[in-house]
């Protein structure tokens, strides 16, 4: 019999989806949940369904259910603007494979705690009733800073931002994570039921804290007795998440494709195989996390600022620097000899002296980062990494650079990196439009990054209170970072990078 070549070619081989049915028949070298993933009830509600939850607190939950067997605690995972994740998680049974790289390793584990993907912006009503939910007991979020609605100046909510005015005006179907907390814990209140835990697992200073004020002032701007029900019933613990995570590519889902015997998954993740969580201690149910490595502790304070501005901060010298060398993704930059030499004596001259670590501890924790940083597994990109600068670069950079400036204490690595920030905003695209970072205040940026001068462009910058705060004294920094503007436009990153090394960090690349 004949065939033609066209009909054959028409019909390509059907590839099956990553699915329910197919998890038992998976090759054996793929970790999956040891836990019949229907049987689970839900008892979490995340808000913020991106690559970084599913492979840090799902998997953990995962861990967390496999050692005890703890049912209970199944994941709503709510997507806060794009559809995509929901539409691929739906698709295939909301199960999906973590890749863990590790030293040239990798391993590959299929997760199923999310017993359901919901689209916030389609369905706000069904989050607040989530949320409300009589057998949930936590919710989690990552929903960056800029999802929290805080003003960066009072530390309070910023009632005036437009997200927050139309959440008061369409008080049942909010857009913001805060509004559909505050509706859902209006709920509860109104049942009479167990209000959740509320965990915070974003990259901020006592992430709890601003938590907790930013819904109990959106509550007050309508029911002040429903702020003071918040107040007393609600608890905001603090925590501390680590790991480095990039959404699956293209190649991360052929390598899962690999890894699953062929079965499709469209919405792997990409991770390194170090994860910690340091959550404040809290009375209420919950998943054993401590299973997954989780620690729980009383103040996670120093914990908090240790992570912020050695590892994040870096990350952000990393990706300024690194973009404006040239480098494409953070283990590239950090391969970078001149590079890897400013980060480490960023983080031992400029960012450790102002933590509770030293001695052994801290260059091995040191090493640990740069070599993590070096992964290149990782396709941690720059602009991945180096978006919201306006919101992360206070608590990582300018809190230290301020803390030293108050004992005089030189930062330089400190001011090139803020200088390589501004130059983002400066980098013409190839229609000569100025570039627009992915930032909430890109806008605004650009048009101070119009200023021809550099040093008073660098002024203009530093002005900015609520990406600053209250630098002490504001001029000389101004001009520093002018000067490193300056630099940084006429000569190569590497140059500028070497006149700033200490001698002993020159050739400390490692
Ligand atoms: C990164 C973090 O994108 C960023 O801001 O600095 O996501 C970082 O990878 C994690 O905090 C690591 O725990």
Redesign the pocket.
Known sequence: MRVSLNTALAEPAIVPRLSARNLSRLPPGVARPQFAPSALSTGIVHLGCGA?HRAHQALATQHAIGADGDRRWGIAAIAMSSPDVVTALRAQDNLYTTLLHDGGRTRAEVVGTITEAVHAPTDPVGVARRIADPRVRVVTLTVTTDGYCVSPVTGRLDAGCDRVVADLRRRARPGTAIGMLVAGLAEVRRRGGIPPAVISCD?MTANGRQLRSAVMDFAALHDDRLAAWIGRNVRFPCSV?????QPGSATDAAVARNWLGGIDDRAPVSAESFLTWTIEDFDGERPRWEAAGARFVGDVTDHEKAKLRL??GT?LLLAYLGASAGHATIAQAAADPALAALARQFMLCEQAPTLALSGAELHRTVDDLLRRFRNPAIR?DMT??GRNGSD?LRPRVVAAMSDNIAVRRPTPAAILTIAAWIRWFEAPCADGAVMRPDDPRAEELAGLAAEADPHRRAELFLRRADIFGAIPDRDRVARAVGDAVTELSRDSVTDVVRRRLLPEFEGSAG
């Open positions: 970084f990259n998440v680590d790991r480095i995570v590892l994040n990350h941690h991945r990494v992360k």
